[in-house]
């Protein structure tokens, strides 16, 4: 079965500070998705990635960055992390379009910012 | 912008019991529908999947789906302790995107 690695796996950050996501998957898939999951909003799509070097914004892209330094790696980066930030975030990958239509999730990373 | 909903927040059912999780969605180009279960601190897993429409049966699960009613459902047969969880129903619009929208959820949980 597919592969997705996050980390951390838990992570407190302060108001104002800088926090980095990083997802890691070994299935050579070309896409790759970060979500958030709060309650009584679902999953909610932040940014994707096509391939390395490729990021596209998703439903929620505000107060987030992306980057795809490869194919294995997808980063989320919060230049400047707020309290409305603290939730649970999600990484997937799949290869829609070719050969795995399945999306495959990390454990996810449990965020909470002060 | 797909709008994807689901229908019942949640639902308690007694063991034994034949249920349905319903999900609508908005944008009649849409291709992909499925389903992904999520346990209690779990990441969401694939349930199952459908393309076209009909029925799709996979052991006591079965996924309905109706384009022109931009509807799909999963019927669950004698239901289990180990079906309690998060439902996701999820819809991958047609060309162009590779975006999986999800549902916000349906809790289903077992009468103790």
């Known amino acids: 079965e597919a592969a997705v690695t996050q980390s951390p796996r838990n992570k407190v950050a302060v108001t104002g500070g800088k926090v980095t996501l990083s997802c890691n998957q070994t299935n050579n898939h070309n896409n790759m998705y970060w979500y958030r999951q709060d309650t009584g909003h679902g999953l909610r799509l932040i940014h994707y990635s096509y391939g390395a070097g490729s990021t596209e914004k998703g439903d929620i892209p505000d107060g987030y960055k992306a980057s795809r330094p490869s194919q294995e790696n997808f980063s989320l980066i919060l230049e400047l992390a707020t309290p409305s930030q603290t939730s649970v975030y999600f990484c997937?990958?799949?290869?829609?379009?070719?050969?795995?239509?399945?999306?495959?999730f990390g454990a996810g990373t449990r965020l909470s910012v002060l | 912008q797909q709008k994807v909903q689901q229908s019942p927040e949640s639902l308690i059912v007694p063991e034994g019991a034949m249920t349905s999780l319903n999900c609508t969605f908005s944008?009649?180009?849409?291709?992909?529908f499925a389903w992904y279960r999520q346990h209690s601190g779990k990441a969401p897993k694939a349930l199952m999947s459908?393309?076209?429409?009909g029925e799709k049966e996979e052991g006591r699960f079965t996924i309905h789906l109706n384009k022109a009613s931009l509807h799909f459902s999963l019927h669950i047969r004698d239901s289990q302790p180990s079906d309690s969880a998060l439902y996701l129903c999820a819809v991958r619009t047609g060309t162009g995107s590779n975006r999986l929208t999800f549902g916000k959820g349906t809790k289903f949980s077992l009468i103790p």
């Open positions: 944008d009649s180009a849409s291709q992909y």
């Open positions: 997937a990958s799949d290869d829609w379009g070719f050969s795995q239509n399945t999306l495959y």
């Open positions: 459908i393309f076209s429409n």
